[in-house]
């Protein structure tokens, strides 16, 4: 069936390493995507989005990368803190409603 | 947090009992939503809101109910509580075509 998927479960990387978090959409239609970030005990917190007329978008530390060709979406985080230990979540919308599909999340730990 | 308030933050009540989450919103935001989130199913939404009175169902409806009788509010019911309804549930609310924002979530425990 048609998901939005992540291929690591948990990511671990080094203080100071740049990380990519990765992301994979199977619906063609979908027209929007967004990345949030969850701490423990609190709710999702946008990070960045993209929409599907654009392949590159920049934010503060943070990149994302939408390649439709393959479906394939990837958050990049530049000089990772012990702050961006979290749940990250990749999302997708398929139609003018907002409804969001929402991948299962990628851990990210970095040690110090 | 954009104005979000879910009350209450923790439940726990037993099978075959009602329960009602609210999600409160200072924003004015026209959209609003109820996701519920277990492990390793990421979050799932359950029903939304494009406007007072206006609802449609989401991917994961079935025994839950809701209602918007104001801009503010929207409340979540589950009429006969269930064991599978177990989870974390967050309300998010969105404004044209900005970026869905979400509340800190209510642990519901149902024994």
């Known amino acids: 069936g048609e998901s939005v998927g992540l291929h690591l479960p948990t990511l671990s990387v080094q203080e100071g390493d740049n990380s990519i978090i990765n992301c994979a959409y199977s619906n063609s239609a979908s027209d929007y995507f967004i990345w949030y970030k969850q701490e423990s005990g609190k709710g999702p917190q946008f990070i960045i989005d993209i929409r599907s007329n654009m392949d590159k978008r920049q934010g503060q530390r943070v990149t994302v990368l939408l390649n439709k060709t393959v479906k394939h979406l990837s958050l990049q985080i530049a000089a990772t803190q012990p702050g961006d230990s979290a749940v990250y979540f990749c999302?997708?919308?398929?139609?003018?409603?907002?409804?969001?599909?929402f991948g299962q999340g990628t851990t990210l730990q970095v040690k110090p | 947090d954009a104005g979000i308030t879910q009350s209450p933050r923790h439940k726990v009540t037993e099978t075959g009992t009602p329960v009602t989450l609210r999600c409160h919103q200072t924003?004015?935001?026209?959209?609003m939503y109820w996701y519920r989130q277990d492990p390793g199913h990421g979050l799932r939404l359950i029903h939304y809101s494009y406007g007072v009175k206006d609802t449609d169902k989401g991917e994961v409806s079935d025994g839950y109910s809701v209602s918007r009788s104001k801009t503010e509010d929207f409340l979540l019911t589950l009429e006969s509580a269930t064991s599978s309804q177990t989870s974390v549930y967050f309300c998010?609310?969105?404004?044209?075509?900005?970026?869905?924002?979400f509340g800190d979530g209510t642990r519901l425990s149902i024994l």
């Open positions: 999302a997708e919308k398929r139609d003018n409603t907002g409804k969001l599909i």
């Open positions: 924003e004015n935001h026209r959209y």
């Open positions: 998010a609310t969105r404004q044209g075509d900005q970026p869905q924002h």
